[in-house]
């Protein structure tokens, strides 16, 4: 079966530049997209075909697929992006698959 | 503006049936190019996909849950469900329903979830 890996956590000083890595054989043939979770809410996507941004999605969301890895990248991070992260994608073996999730800390 | 939402029983025992409803407001379940996805997340832990329903009625499961795991609509009252058998304390979680978008299935609108505890 297909398995997304993430690390568990990340952390960023405010301001700066967060990335959160997501590894998956050939995830870069695949589409990716990315989930922001805040404690007690329901995940909110952010990020679909490698790099949209949905509707009302701020623009220091952005994010690449390439080769094994998905990279969200979140620029000038501020304290309200203290939150989990979930990659998924789409695979014929298993379907959906999420990721393990990352805590970002700012 | 679409909105989902779950309902169904907050306390199961083990090893019966976990059933859930995904009413849907503001749009179709028939719409097209649309998939309508059940997922769960244990408590302290990440998200795991259970399946979905494709707007034609087509179904795909978890490879995992599969031989657990029944996904069905119903269009005239705009509404979807899944049933989950012989349930035990790992089932435990807050079930989400969401909608999906073309092959890739990213999840669009999510409803607010739904604790389900498995314990007699």
């Known amino acids: 079966s297909y398995e997304l890996t993430q690390p568990p956590s990340v952390s960023v000083s405010p301001g700066q530049t967060a990335s959160i890595p997501c590894s998956g054989e050939?995830?870069?043939?695949?589409?990716a997209c990315w989930y922001q979770q805040k404690p007690g809410q329901s995940p909110v996507l952010v990020i679909y075909?490698?790099?949209k941004r949905p509707s009302g999605i701020p623009e220091r969301f952005s994010g690449s697929n390439s080769g094994n890895t998905a990279t969200l990248t979140i620029s000038g991070t501020q304290a309200m992006d203290e939150a989990d992260y979930y990659c998924?994608?789409?695979?014929?073996?298993?379907?959906?698959?999420f990721g393990g999730g990352t805590k970002l800390t700012v | 503006q679409l909105q989902l939402q779950e309902s169904g029983p907050g306390l199961v025992k083990p090893s019966e049936t976990l059933s859930l409803t995904c009413s849907v407001s503001?749009?179709?379940?028939?719409?097209?190019?649309?998939?309508w996805g059940w997922i769960r997340q244990p408590p302290g832990k990440g998200l795991e996909w259970i399946g979905s329903?494709?707007?034609?009625?087509?179904?795909y499961y978890n490879p995992s849950l599969k031989s657990r795991v029944t996904i069905s609509g119903d269009t005239s009252k705009n509404q979807f469900s899944l049933n989950v058998r012989s349930v035990t304390a790992a089932d435990t979680a807050v079930y989400y329903c969401?909608?999906?978008?073309?092959?890739?299935?990213?999840?669009?609108?999510w409803g607010q979830g739904t604790l389900v505890t498995v314990s007699s």
């Open positions: 050939k995830l870069g043939d695949k589409n």
């Open positions: 329903i494709y707007y034609s009625g087509g179904t």
């Open positions: 503001g749009g179709s379940i028939s719409s097209s190019s649309y998939y």
């Open positions: 075909q490698d790099r």
């Open positions: 969401a909608r999906g978008i073309g092959a890739a299935q990213p999840l669009d609108y």
């Open positions: 998924q994608a789409w695979d014929s073996s298993t379907a959906v698959v």
